[in-house]
């Protein structure tokens, strides 16, 4: 008889589905039989690390025989500085994809519920459900934005995590400083608020950092390394809040959560702010001409504001299908019940155009990919 290892497995497992990520670039030369593509389904930085931190990464090579700090001691301290905080509200976790699941895991189990938008970035949905907790999807209100009234409202005495993004993935979508505050403002003191600031390079020009600006005892904002930094295939993520919710959290953290190329990678890339910022308004400068272009043929998804589009068409599998026959790897949005959408990250120029023409002939519509 064969052993039944499903009904061995805790009772979450059976509402589990493996997060589905973008389609690696191999996999889609493999299928198609092309020499090259691009893959533009990820929300990397197209334009790469910042130099200084590839000089110190070359370096650093020589030590990975060693262990690295565990308490990623000195990333602390840089980000400390930049953020004008102290090391003990800072949590340093494998990608902040690391720091939303523990954030999660330490606060909600059986019995409790985690709160986030029905379109919010997936892994929060992941994560409850991984905790055994109860996730509670809020649907969006117009625009594809967060409900921030009706997530408040969604709060019963069983609610121990509410989590939005700002800007959101998918949906591109972003709330001012003062709009969070007040959704802050009618939250009960003793939840635990995450505000995911993956994308916040995207927009620092136009919000207030919340780092400083914004006050509740749970809020715990997380941003990362993998966007605007150009870090992604290292995974560095961090959190900040309150010393003593990070201390809980880090009590279920594995002992060498970041790995010793990530945290001095991070560092450089963090003293380089020429590089992000001059990586940031390339990549403004990209999506204008993309969402320009989306609207003109009239499949404009919704004005982002991170570093992606959105395209919506009525027959998105069909695009889906044709730019991947052309070498170009879109994200389907489909896991996000949004089937008529694809989310196409901002790339290099050269990629901008390739992705426009390619368009202009599945839309049947001219562009201007000069
Ligand atoms: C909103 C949001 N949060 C968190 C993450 C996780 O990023 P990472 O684990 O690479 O830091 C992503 C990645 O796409 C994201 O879009």
Not at 88 to 103: D, P, R, T, Y
Not at 173 to 193: C, K, N
Not at 294 to 302: F, Q, R, T
Request: glycine fraction near 8%.
């Amino acid at each position: 008889m064969p052993i039944d290892w499903s009904a061995r497995a805790v009772g979450q497992s059976q509402r589990l589905h493996p997060y589905v990520p973008g389609k690696p670039i191999e996999m889609l030369l493999v299928e198609k039989g092309l020499s090259k593509a691009i893959k533009l389904a990820s929300n990397e930085n197209p334009h790469g690390p910042a130099p200084s931190a590839i000089a110190v990464l070359k370096q650093a090579a020589e030590s990975v025989h060693r262990y690295p700090d565990g308490d990623a001691g000195d990333l602390k301290q840089a980000l400390a500085r930049k953020h004008k905080i102290s090391t003990e509200n800072i949590f340093i976790g494998n990608g902040s994809n690391e720091v939303l699941e523990l954030m999660i895991r330490t606060f909600a189990g059986n019995g409790d519920e985690v709160i986030y938008s029905e379109r919010g970035f997936i892994v929060y949905a992941l994560a409850a459900t991984a905790a055994g907790a109860a996730g509670v999807a809020v649907p969006e209100a117009d625009g594809l934005t967060h409900d921030l009234h009706a997530m408040v409202a969604s709060v019963t005495s069983r609610t121990k995590v509410i989590c939005i993004a700002n800007p959101n993935n998918p949906t591109g979508t972003l709330h001012d400083a003062s709009a969070i505050q007040d959704f802050l403002d009618a939250l009960p003191r003793g939840l635990v608020v995450i505000l995911d600031e993956a994308y916040y390079e995207f927009v620092a020009d136009k919000i207030e950092d919340s780092i400083n600006a914004l006050q509740h005892p749970g809020l715990i904002i997380c941003r990362t390394f993998s966007k605007a930094y150009g870090l992604a295939g290292l995974r560095v993520g961090y959190a900040v809040g309150d010393a003593e919710i990070l201390g809980l959290v880090n009590r279920f953290r594995e002992p060498f959560n970041v790995n010793l190329l990530a945290q001095k990678a991070a560092i450089a890339a963090l003293d380089d702010t020429a590089w992000v910022q001059k990586t940031v308004a390339k990549c403004k400068a990209g999506r204008q001409r993309l969402e320009t272009a989306l609207e003109e043929w009239g499949v404009l998804g919704g004005k982002s504001f991170g570093n992606f589009v959105l395209l919506r068409h009525q027959e998105a599998a069909f695009v889906l299908q044709k730019l991947e026959d052309q070498g170009i790897i879109p994200r389907p949005l489909a896991p996000y019940c949004m089937p008529d959408y694809l989310r196409i990250t901002v790339g290099t120029a050269e990629e901008n155009n390739r992705l426009l023409a390619a368009l202009s002939s599945i839309l049947g519509q001219a562009a201007d990919v000069a």
